[in-house]
């Protein structure tokens, strides 16, 4: 069911374009926890980076969302990769982030 609705999710995204309906960043943290949920690290970050070729502006809870899909993806060399490119990129980190980050080191060590 993880699958279909996931699916369903990137489709809706698809068409946004398709519909001439603006992607924002709203719309992308949808895209992107949905492929967390989903298990689908590698979209997620396909996604993310495919913001600032959208000009899409990355905040915090983008970068959280995509934080949270590598951990959920057992990913947490790309989960601290993020972690440290948001000071580089001077996006402010919250509790989100930082339980996100530690989420997904702990998942890495099982």
Do not use: P
């Not at 709203?26 to 690290?41: D, L, N, R, V």
Request: some cysteine; overall charge positive.
């Amino acid at each position: 069911e993880k699958g279909e609705q996931l699916l369903q999710a990137l489709q809706l995204f698809r068409e946004m374009a398709g519909s001439r309906v603006e992607r924002n960043t709203i719309t992308y943290i949808a895209a992107i926890s949905a492929c967390g949920k989903g298990e689908q690290w590698v979209q997620a970050l396909h996604l993310f980076r495919n913001m600032a070729d959208s000009r899409v502006q990355r905040n915090t809870i983008t970068y959280n969302a995509a934080v949270s899909a590598c951990g959920k993806g057992e990913q947490w060399v790309q989960a601290l990769h993020l972690f440290r490119e948001m000071a580089d990129s001077r996006v402010q980190r919250n509790t989100i982030t930082y339980n996100a980050a530690a989420s997904a080191c702990e998942k890495g060590v099982q």
